[in-house]
C-alpha cells in the first residue's frame, strides 16, 4: 500500500476521449485527485462521480484536476460523462496497471464468492509529484467534499 510523503507513481493512460493523459502533464502546475472505482454507472460509483461535478469549479478555483479510474472502456467512460453530465476526466485503466501501481487491485469476498475488483480509494498529489494524501476503502457519500477539504488545508 502507498502511503502519504512518498512520490506518487506515474502514469500514462487513455480517458474517455481517447486521449493519453499523463501524471507529469499536471507536474508545477495543479494538484491531482486520483480516485479509483469499481464500474461506471454503479450506484456508488455514480454518487461519488456526481459529488465531485458538483464541487469541480471549487476543485479548480484550489488548482486541482478530478481524475477517476476504473477498468472501464473509453466508451463506457464517455457514455458514463455524457449520461451524467459529469465534468472530470476518467481513465480507462483496462489493463489493470494503473490499479496495480496505486495498490487498489485486490481480491474481495462477496456472498461468499472471492473475486478481484477495485478496492475504491483515493490519493491527492500534489503539483510536484508527492502523495500528500492517501485514502483506501473510501465511502463515496459525502467524500468529494472531505476530499476538498483536505485541498484547501494544502
Same mark, same amino acid.
Given at each position: 500500500?502507498?502511503?502519504?510523503?512518498? %512520490?506518487? %507513481?506515474?502514469?500514462?493512460?487513455?480517458?474517455?476521449?481517447?486521449?493519453?493523459?499523463?501524471?507529469?502533464?499536471?507536474?508545477?502546475?495543479?494538484?491531482?485527485?486520483?480516485?479509483?472505482?469499481?464500474?461506471?454507472?454503479? %450506484?456508488?460509483?455514480?454518487?461519488?462521480?456526481?459529488?465531485?461535478?458538483?464541487?469541480?469549479?471549487?476543485?479548480?478555483?484550489?488548482?486541482?484536476?478530478?481524475?477517476?479510474?476504473?477498468?472501464?472502456?473509453?466508451?463506457?467512460?464517455?457514455?458514463?460523462?455524457?449520461?451524467?453530465?459529469?465534468?472530470?476526466?476518467?481513465? @480507462?485503466?483496462?489493463?489493470?496497471?494503473?490499479?496495480?501501481?496505486?495498490?487498489?487491485?485486490?481480491?474481495?469476498?462477496?456472498?461468499?464468492?472471492?473475486?478481484?475488483?477495485?478496492?475504491?480509494?483515493?490519493?491527492?498529489?500534489?503539483?510536484?509529484?508527492?502523495?500528500?494524501?492517501?485514502?483506501?476503502?473510501?465511502? %463515496?457519500?459525502?467524500? @468529494?467534499? @472531505?476530499?476538498?477539504?483536505?485541498?484547501?488545508?494544502?
Amino acid at each position: 500500500m502507498l502511503e502519504k510523503s512518498q %512520490p506518487a %507513481p506515474l502514469f500514462s493512460s487513455k480517458n474517455q476521449n481517447d486521449e493519453t493523459v499523463s501524471l507529469s502533464d499536471f507536474f508545477g502546475k495543479k494538484n491531482v485527485v486520483l480516485y479509483f472505482y469499481p464500474k461506471d454507472d454503479t %450506484p456508488g460509483c455514480t454518487i461519488e462521480a456526481n459529488e465531485f461535478t458538483q464541487l469541480a469549479e471549487e476543485f479548480a478555483t484550489a488548482d486541482t484536476v478530478i481524475i477517476g479510474v476504473s477498468k472501464d472502456s473509453c466508451a463506457s467512460h464517455t457514455d458514463f460523462i455524457t449520461k451524467f453530465d459529469l465534468r472530470l476526466d476518467l481513465l @480507462a485503466d483496462v489493463d489493470g496497471e494503473l490499479c496495480e501501481s496505486y495498490g487498489v487491485w485486490r481480491e474481495r469476498e462477496k456472498n461468499g464468492v472471492k473475486s478481484m475488483a477495485i478496492f475504491r480509494s483515493t490519493f491527492i498529489i500534489n503539483k510536484v509529484g508527492i502523495l500528500v494524501d492517501v485514502e483506501y476503502g473510501v465511502t %463515496p457519500d459525502g467524500h @468529494a467534499q @472531505a476530499v476538498l477539504n483536505k485541498i484547501k488545508s494544502l
